[in-house]
């Protein structure tokens, strides 16, 4: 592939000389030797290190055409964010929705086991004999 200068790497990362200079001093980035005994970067390493970097092959883009791919890319990035957005509503109300739901659940079982609870209790007080006082002879 084609091979840049450090100042020609920095403006199609959008990164400075400098962060270039400190990958290129901790191994991260690989230079090459060129004319002059100049640093020169290739562009499959520079793509390397920085994904966001999409050049074709042998030719140089202009300005224009990066910043259109650039705002292509923000506008992809918004338009999935107000879908995620979206989505995120939908799931809330959902989950709104499925609680309400438990408790009305709750409720209805509740009012069963109280049901059940005053069923069994007059049941209890029917099966029992009724017993007088001691002093009931008297009340005729």
């Not at 079982?109 to 005053?118: A, C, D, P, V």
């Amino acid at each position: 592939m084609a091979k840049v200068s450090i100042s020609e790497a920095a403006r199609l990362a959008g990164k400075s000389r400098t962060t270039l200079h400190r990958l290129i001093k901790t191994g991260e980035l690989s230079v090459s030797t060129g004319d002059r005994n100049a640093k020169m970067i290739d562009i499959s390493e520079l793509c390397r290190v920085f994904p966001a970097v999409r050049l074709s092959t042998g030719e140089h883009q202009n300005e224009q055409v990066f910043e259109q791919r650039v705002t292509g890319i923000v506008t992809g990035a918004e338009q999935d964010n107000a879908r995620l957005k979206q989505e995120v509503e939908h799931l809330k109300t959902l989950v709104s929705s499925q609680q309400s739901h438990i408790e009305s659940l709750k409720q209805a079982m509740l009012l069963i086991e109280h049901k059940q609870h005053s069923e069994q209790a007059n049941a209890e007080a029917e099966t029992l004999p009724k017993q007088r006082s001691r002093w009931a002879f008297w009340r005729r």
